[in-house]
Structures are given as C-alpha cells and as structure tokens.
C-alpha cells in the first residue's frame, strides 16, 4: 500500500526552523518526483519545491529560496524539507505529494498524497 506521510510541523516564532518530513511507504521514493505544497488558510494549495527522480535536481519558489531546502534520505525513503528563517506567510498546512514530474517547483500530476502537516509562524 503506498503511502505518504508528514510530519514535524509545529508553532514556531518568526526567524525560527522546523525540517518537515515526508516518510513513504510502499514504494522507493528515490524513484519518483516528490514535491511540497501548502495551504493556507482561505487561499489554494500552491506548490513550494520539487526534487527530481535520479538525478534529483531542486526547485524553490522564490519565496522561499535561500531559506528551505528540500532533500532525499534513501535509507529512510523519506524526503525533507527544511525551512529555516521562517515567516508568518509560512503559516501553512504542508503536504507532500509524490508521483509525476517537477515543473519548476511544483510537482505535477502527483498521483500519491501525505495528510498533511500544520505549520504556524507567530510572534
């Protein structure tokens, strides 16, 4: 059964980190496109990065270059993202979705869903 899902979202103050993970079961992630979404509240899911199947190249939405990182452990098969110098507009449930392509920093056609994990940026 495949299977996604996230975890180490949290309440955190501005300027502060979390590392997100997405843990896959069922399938080797190494071998597929896995990306990050979120959603805030009143606003539609949008695409935050993408990492690619071997060679797995990165993509950022601009608002977040230079401050998340997404990332693969094989031995895990589990993917990372994470977000330093976080922001209140982070404040976001988190998804990871695998399957598809990246495109840019979103992944498309994800066919594989995690639950979702809430992420709250607040002073």
């Not at 979202?9 to 069922?26: E, F, H, K, N, T």
């Not at 606003?43 to 990492?51: F, L, N």
């Not at 270059?65 to 098969?77: Q, V």
Request: charged content about 20%; hydrophobic content about 30%; overall charge positive.
């Amino acid at each position: 059964q495949v299977q996604l899902v996230e975890s180490g979202g949290s309440s955190v103050q501005p300027g502060g980190s979390l590392r997100l993970s997405c843990a896959a079961s069922g399938f080797t992630a190494d071998h597929y496109a896995i990306g990050w979404f979120r959603q805030a509240p009143g606003k539609e899911r949008e695409g935050v990065s993408c990492i690619s199947s071997s060679p797995s190249s990165t993509y950022y939405r601009d608002s977040v270059k230079g401050r998340f990182t997404i990332s693969r452990d094989k031995a895990k098969n589990t993917v990372y993202l994470q977000m330093n110098s976080l922001k209140p507009e982070d404040t976001a449930v988190y998804y990871c979705a695998a399957e598809g392509y990246c495109s840019g920093y979103v992944l498309r056609r994800g066919q594989y869903w995690g639950q979702g994990t809430q992420v709250t940026v607040s002073s």
